[in-house]
């Protein structure tokens, strides 16, 4: 990574572990094309963030417990309402990718690097671990009220 595309003038393992020292926030691992941090929610339970660089571009994606061997096992009743809880999301949106060849319900989110700044990482952050971390608070009493 250039320092040029980079408005914070540094690399992006640099960056990212400059933001997540500002926030108190350990790195888990960082390299010059990805950062992984967890976060041990209030409910105990453990939130991931995948940060992933293409090029000019920043994925944040936070997986769910929700996984599924087969497209056909995805309740596509729970498919709707997580494409409707995006429409009314400022951060962030529901989607369905292939994490180790099952079909995982995670959360994403997309910015270019340049319009990153501290504050803006830490309201992504936040925001996607509260989202799934809700979700799968939801899902398991659903669950266990079966």
Known sequence: MTTSSNPMGSS??????????????QVAEATEEYAKLQFTMESQRRQTVYILRYESTLEFDVPSMAAF?????????????????????KVGFWCIEEIGGKHVYSYMHNVELRLLDMEYFGMVVRSLITEVDDFEGILLKMLNDD
């Open 12 to 25: 992006f393992k640099t960056t990212i572990e400059r933001y997540c020292a500002h926030f108190n926030w």
């Open 69 to 89: 061997d087969s497209e056909e096992q995805i309740p596509h009743q729970l498919s709707t309402i997580l494409l409707k809880r995006s429409a009314q999301r």
